[in-house]
């Protein structure tokens, strides 16, 4: 069974971690999640025990518990929804090229006839 557990100590060490859960059996995995860019803990993690029975007891044991100066959040870990390739509600689109800089004619954005307004070119020919 695979535990979440929330609200560590940002002092909490995996090792830590394992001598908690392994009072209450086998442990076969655990993992404190840690921000990439500075390597520091983002205050919750796994623990993956080998036996349901004992992951069981340890999470109405350790629930609710005070470690390190903070109350733990244990529960049973929910599988990640599989990534479908979508993201959301919104399609990318394109705007048009990113002008600015040293560009003749430069701009970005919608091209004037794209938006149905005139184009300084074709105003002078009108007149």
């Known amino acids: 069974m695979n535990l979440y557990v929330g609200n560590l100590s940002w002092t909490m060490t995996e090792d830590d971690l394992r ?21 520091r803990s983002k205050g919750f993690g796994f623990v993956e025990m080998e036996n349901d029975t004992e992951a069981q007891n340890a999470l109405s044991s350790l629930y609710d518990k005070e470690l390190m100066g903070r109350k733990i959040v244990i529960n049973e870990a929910q599988e990640r929804p599989a990534k479908s390739g979508g993201g959301g509600g919104f399609k990318k689109r394109s705007f048009g090229g990113g002008g600015g800089g040293y560009n003749k004619g430069g701009g970005g954005g919608y091209r004037d006839r794209d938006r149905g307004g005139y184009n300084k070119r074709d105003y002078n020919n009108e007149y």
């Not at 001598?19 to 390597?39: A, P, W």
Request: glycine share 10%; net charge neutral.
């Open 19 to 39: 001598n908690l859960f392994e009072q209450y059996g086998t442990v076969n995995s655990l993992k404190i999640v840690k921000d990439r860019e500075t390597g």
